[in-house]
């Protein structure tokens, strides 16, 4: 199976484990993938997900360029759907989505990580759009999630070039969060799920919604959709704990309701 899900306290890792093709997708793993992310989006004891690839080379180098070479134009857009498909249930998913980019993630691969909440680089990581060297555009919503994340001049560039961007680089233009050695990657995503995953589950749900939902509307709109979430949270029996414990000097015990 090229991807194993695994589950450790309340948080999920999803490893995509085709290390001989440096973790490349093709079909049969980008469906894998997709169940996957509907699965868990309905797991109410999975509070955080980390995304990484298997070995020590790659996040995933891409899309499987062996099977895509030969698909007709019919073809190449039912994969793009489907790779767009993934990006969006990762974007989607009510957890926040942490990207463990240990190693390359080109072409799809960067792309993936563009629609997790939070990228986390190994020192070995190598990021980029390299899709154009191939005749091809970036597919999986490369175009218009770098921009929406290192900005429109840049990611023109790295687009139109298919420059690869090592991890320093990738921390200083906001393409990723932090960047530490190989052997602590792993640690300090758990540790950084592990640290979401404390909190009030429907508060951060409502968060990242907003976020989310705020990111393709004007301000106005996006200040009445935060609003609308700031008093559904107090409907939940999770916002009573948490002021209560606060205000008792306890710590809360949340029950994501
Ligand atoms: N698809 C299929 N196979 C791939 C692959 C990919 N994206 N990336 C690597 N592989 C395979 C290689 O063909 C090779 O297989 P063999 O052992 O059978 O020869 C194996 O993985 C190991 O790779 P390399 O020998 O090439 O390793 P390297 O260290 O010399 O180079 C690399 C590593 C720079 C990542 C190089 O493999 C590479 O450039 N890969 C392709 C990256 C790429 O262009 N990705 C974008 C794909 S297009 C896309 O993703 C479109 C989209 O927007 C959805």
Redesign the pocket.
């Known amino acids: 199976m090229p991807i194993q899900v695994a589950q450790e306290d309340r948080v999920a890792l999803v490893t995509v484990d085709r290390p001989?093709?440096?973790n490349?997708l093709n079909t049969q793993s980008l469906q894998e993938l997709l169940a996957t992310f509907e699965r868990l989006a309905s797991d109410s004891s999975v509070r955080a997900i980390i995304v990484t690839g298997a070995g020590d080379?790659?996040f995933i180098?891409?899309?499987?360029?062996?099977e895509?070479k030969d698909k007709s134009p019919s073809e190449a857009l039912a994969f793009a759907r489907l790779?767009q498909a993934v990006c969006s249930a990762i974007e989607a998913a009510p957890q926040p989505v942490i990207a463990a980019i240990n190693g390359?993630a080109?072409?799809?691969g960067c792309?993936i990580a563009l629609a997790c909440d939070i990228r986390l680089a190994s020192e070995t990581a190598v990021l980029g759009q390299?899709?154009v060297?191939?005749g091809?555009p970036?597919?999986?919503g490369?175009t218009q999630r770098l921009p929406r994340v290192i900005g429109p001049g840049l990611a023109r560039e790295l687009i139109y070039t298919g420059r690869r961007v090592r991890a320093e680089e990738a921390l200083r233009i906001g393409l990723v969060n932090a960047v530490y050695p190989p052997a602590e990657l792993l640690e300090r995503a758990r540790a950084l799920a592990a640290e979401i995953a404390r909190n009030a589950p429907l508060a951060v749900r409502l968060s990242k919604e907003a976020i989310r939902r705020g990111l393709d509307v004007d301000l106005a709109a996006g200040l009445a959709l935060e609003a609308q979430a700031f008093a559904l949270a107090f409907s939940t029996a999770d916002q009573r704990e948490g002021m209560s414990a606060f205000l008792e000097k306890r710590s809360p015990e949340f029950r994501g309701a």
Request: glycine residues 22%; negative net charge.
């Open positions: 001989e093709r440096l490349a080379r790659a180098a891409g899309a499987d360029i062996a895509m790779g390359y080109l072409g799809g792309e390299p899709e060297a191939l091809v970036p597919g999986w490369g």
